[in-house]
Every structure is written in structure tokens, then in C-alpha cells.
């Protein structure tokens, strides 16, 4: 059973920048799909990034030209650097793995992006 480890959020101003990683156990993670989503208070959980086992990426329209997504194998660990933050992307973020049928959430971490 993989166990999905998040951290790196905060409260940080618009415009600022942070960082979240996601550290995966087990030893599925180099096959898996690793995504980033989020969920704002009374809104549902959005795809916010993904990234293939081959490092291919996708981001949804609102954020891209301002977060990036990468992969470490050898780390087991998965980041999503966010830049130019707004307040509207304040939510909590939650680390998603999938290989095959098997699909794992990491506990999630709270961004706050203060105006």
C-alpha cells in the first residue's frame, strides 16, 4: 500500500511563490501517474497538474505559465512550484498516484494566498 506525504504549504502573499513536494512509499511510484488537485472552501476538488510516468505534463488553463509540475524517481517524490500566486488559488492541495486501478491521496496541505 503506497502512503502519499505532502508538504510545503503556507500562507504567503500574492504574487509569492511556494513550493509543495510529495513523498511516496512503496515502490510503484516510477510506473505511476502523479497528479496535483485542490479544493476551495465550498468547491469541489479541481486537476490542477499531472505528470506521467514518462514526465509528460499537463496543467489546467488557470494555472499554467505559473506552476510547474516535476518528478524525482529516485526520490519517490513528486513537486509542484507555484509562482505568481493569487488569492484564487487558495485551497488545500492534495497529492493523487495512480498505477492501473490503484489510486492513492495524500492527506493534503493548506495554501493561502492573502491579497
Known amino acids: 500500500q503506497v502512503q502519499l506525504v505532502e508538504s510545503g504549504g503556507g500562507l504567503v502573499q500574492a504574487g509569492g511563490s511556494l513550493r509543495l513536494s510529495c513523498a511516496a512509499s512503496?515502490?510503484?511510484?516510477?510506473?505511476?501517474?502523479m497528479g496535483w488537485y485542490r479544493q476551495a472552501p465550498g468547491k469541489q476538488r479541481e486537476l490542477v497538474a499531472t505528470?506521467?510516468?514518462?514526465?509528460?505534463?499537463s496543467y489546467t488553463d488557470s494555472v499554467k505559465g505559473r506552476f510547474t509540475i516535476s518528478r524525482d524517481n529516485a526520490k519517490k517524490t513528486v513537486y509542484l512550484q507555484m509562482n505568481s500566486l493569487k488569492p484564487e488559488d487558495t485551497a488545500v492541495y492534495y497529492c493523487?498516484?495512480?498505477?492501473?486501478?490503484?489510486?492513492?491521496w495524500g492527506q493534503g496541505t493548506q495554501v493561502t494566498v492573502s491579497s
Open positions: 493523487n498516484l495512480r498505477f492501473g486501478r490503484y489510486d492513492a
Open positions: 512503496g515502490s510503484i511510484f516510477g510506473g505511476a501517474n
Open positions: 505528470v506521467t510516468s514518462g514526465g509528460s505534463t
